[in-house]
């Protein structure tokens, strides 16, 4: 009898083997233009009047047919977070993130509901910039992409405001659109540097200047709920949130682990030296801990692989033509970050999960456009992917978490030099 039962159980776990391993199928796939084309750069008054669509090329995709994927937001778990916006054609996914995040902080810690300006942060992000470039004469790099940690490090410096209070929109427009703003921004420093002008007054007032033009210029003060506030007034006084109780954390082997390390990646333009470097398993703890204990994190990482099924079904998954999920270590994850096949892509928000079929299936907010396709209204699912734990184990970067959830990492880590 204990023969049999051994017999039948090896055969049902051969079988469960099998199926979990069962050899993923990839199809050349050609996508017509999207949300992003319909509706971000057709509500752009620059674009409107474009009539060449560039052709569209077939790209290698995992084909979904058969998988058991995750049909609906509703079915997770979830903890409060507003609405999926949109971050428009900006490369600003790290404001956009990290600001959701912190809201859903403020709520988790007092029970308040705020809608925080995304674009005020990146205001104050290009102003950073600017010094910076006074600093290193010239020596760093420009661009509209950052990381989350530039959204603490901008609201310790100069605080936050409400959306309602400084939008970022001119008058008419819909969705944003930075790059006239880049473009100019990028010539004066240059001009800055070739001219060697560097009197700071005399450089921010003109970056202002830039910047009020093209996203307004936001207010010194503001009301709330019958109170007048300055920026750090808000955040200190009315949101009561401390931007240095968030940890950002690492794991690559590039670097040692547990030492706070930098993330070396060119929108990490500042060099910042802050992040914690775990070992992979530690990292994924982190994750699944928060989230089971009621915190969201902000992430960010990679979005451009075969198994990233935006338009198809809003799912990251890693197939089996790429690695097997057994084979799904730090050695792994390294080698696609040096051989520059995980990049540091965008900029997310983790808002739930869900455990399915022995699996951890994470919520996860946007603010891109992949995960629009179909509009709002036929798309249950508008502006949240569904991400496999080994899409986030292999591809997903860094983490934002509270550190509350670092208690018993923190004293074994040393700063590096």
């Not at 996914?93 to 509901?113: D, N």
């Not at 921004?185 to 910047?211: G, M």
């Not at 892509?345 to 808002?351: K, S, Y």
Request: aromatic residues 16%; glycine residues 6%; proline residues 4%.
């Amino acid at each position: 009898m204990k023969n049999h039962i051994f017999i039948i159980a090896f055969i049902f776990i051969g079988n469960l083997a099998f199926a979990q391993n069962a050899a993923n199928k990839g199809a050349f796939k050609t996508y017509e233009p999207g949300y992003f084309q319909n509706s971000i750069l057709k509500g752009i008054e620059e674009f409107e009047a474009t009539k060449e669509v560039p052709k569209a090329k077939p790209t290698f995709k995992l084909d979904p047919t058969g998988l058991n994927l995750p049909k609906s937001k509703d079915d997770f778990k979830q903890y409060w977070h507003n609405e999926p916006v949109s971050q428009g054609n900006t490369n600003t996914c790290w404001s956009f993130s990290t600001t959701s995040y912190l809201e859903s902080e403020v709520f988790r810690l007092s029970g308040k509901k705020v809608r925080v300006s995304d674009m005020y942060t990146v205001y104050c992000e290009y102003l950073e910039r600017a010094n910076e470039w006074i600093d290193t004469r010239g020596g760093i790099y420009v661009g509209e992409g950052s990381e989350g940690n530039a959204v603490t490090k901008i609201w310790k410096k100069y605080g936050c405001m409400p959306y309602a209070s400084y939008t970022g929109f001119l008058d008419g427009q819909k969705f944003y659109s930075h790059a006239k703003l880049i473009d100019e921004f990028r010539q004066y420093l240059e001009f800055v540097k070739q001219n060697n002008l560097w009197d700071r007054t005399s450089v921010l007032n003109n970056v202002k200047s830039i910047l009020n033009y093209h996203i307004g210029e936001p207010p010194q003060s503001f009301v709330v709920d019958g109170k007048t506030f300055t920026p750090k007034e808000y955040l200190a006084s009315y949101l009561r949130l401390n931007p240095d109780d968030y940890c950002d954390v690492l794991s690559y082997m590039q670097q040692p682990y547990w030492k706070q390390v930098e993330y070396e990646v060119p929108d990490n333009w500042w060099h910042n030296k802050d992040y914690y470097n775990l070992p992979l398993d530690d990292y994924m703890k982190i994750i699944k801990n928060a989230l089971k204990n009621g915190y969201t994190l902000a992430i960010g990482g990679d979005v451009s692989e075969a198994g990233f099924l935006a338009r198809e079904a809003n799912t990251a998954i890693i197939p089996s033509f790429d690695i097997p999920s057994s084979a799904i270590d730090e050695n792994a994850r390294q080698f696609r970050f040096s051989n520059e096949t995980t990049t540091d892509d965008h900029g997310l928000h983790i808002v739930g999960y869900q455990e399915k079929d022995g699996i951890t299936w994470f919520l996860v907010k946007d603010s891109g456009a992949g995960s629009r396709t179909g509009g709002k209204e036929k798309n249950p699912n508008f502006g949240y992917y569904f991400f496999h734990e080994d899409y986030v184990k292999l591809k997903m970067m860094d983490i934002m978490v509270h550190k509350d959830m670092m208690k018993e990492y923190l004293a074994k880590f040393t700063k590096s030099e």
